[in-house]
T-cell receptor, first 115, second 119 residues
Framework: GDSVTQMEGPVTLSEEAFLTINCTYT??????LFWYVQYPGEGLQLLLK?????DKGSNKGFEATYRKETTSFHLEKGSVQVSDSAVYFC??????????????FGQGTTLQVKP | DTGVSQDPRHKITKRGQNVTFRCDPI?????LYWYRQTLGQGPEFLTY????????KSRLLSDRFSAERPKGSFSTLEIQRTEQGDSAMYLC?????????????????FGPGTRLTVL
């Protein structure tokens, strides 16, 4: 079945460092890909998404490119801030006729940014 | 606030008791999803509704679980005879799929969740 694999955390960075969180997926067809973020004590928030190959999703300085050839959707940010400390989830949703829209999530990656 | 709301936010119960959670989706959203998240894991799909119709249930949803969305607006998730393994965060999400494109990919908006602890 469809699945998502994320790099294990926690990832600890200093402020202004470059961030990469790896995400790879296994799916039939052409899924849509998402990054959700969960700040401490809050619910899941959509960070960005991409619905087809080579699309780049971006938001709040974060970006991720849908790479069909490597089945990847790695999250990047050029300069992280303490306020980016959170848990990041990669997810996919199968598209096309008959899809349910259900999301399949990775296990999450905790990011800690130190001043 | 017009986001997804869930009630209660926390529930502590004893093993064997029944519990019911409520989810109010974003107004006009026609899809509603339930997920379960255990500590250190990503959310897992439980079930979803298109308007009032329950269209898919996960294998995770045992006979003790039942969900309804009677008028296509709010939804309830009931767990009967709770077990300690039911302790988790129960998340609700809603989305809008256009009437002419029911098979497109939708963006889901999540509520804050209900944390269930079974003693």
């Amino acid at each position: 079945g469809d699945s998502v694999t994320q790099m294990e955390g926690p990832v600890t960075l200093s402020e202004e460092a470059f961030l990469t969180i790896n995400c790879t997926y296994t799916a039939t067809g052409y899924p849509s890909l998402f990054w959700y973020v969960q700040y401490p004590g809050e619910g899941l928030q959509l960070l960005l998404k991409a619905t087809k190959a080579d699309d780049k999703g971006s938001n709040k300085g974060f970006e991720a490119t849908y790479r069909k050839e490597t089945t990847s959707f790695h999250l990047e940010k050029g300069s992280v801030q303490v306020s980016d400390s959170a848990v990041y989830f990669c997810a996919l949703s199968s598209s096309g006729t008959g899809n349910t829209g259900k999301l399949i999530f990775g296990q999450g990656t905790t990011l800690q940014v130190k001043p | 606030d017009t986001g997804v709301s869930q009630d209660p936010r926390h529930k502590i119960t004893k093993r064997g008791q029944n519990v019911t959670f409520r989810c109010d989706p974003i107004s006009e959203h026609n899809r509603l999803y339930w997920y379960r998240q255990t500590l250190g894991q990503g959310p897992e799909f439980l079930t979803y509704f298109q308007n009032e119709a329950q269209l898919e249930k996960s294998r995770l949803l045992s006979d003790r679980f039942s969900a309804e969305r009677p008028k296509g607006s709010f939804s309830t998730l009931e767990i009967q005879r709770t077990e300690q393994g039911d302790s988790a965060m129960y998340l609700c999400a809603s989305s809008l799929v256009s009437g002419g494109d029911l098979f497109s990919t939708d963006t889901q908006y999540f509520g804050p969740g209900t944390r269930l602890t079974v003693l």
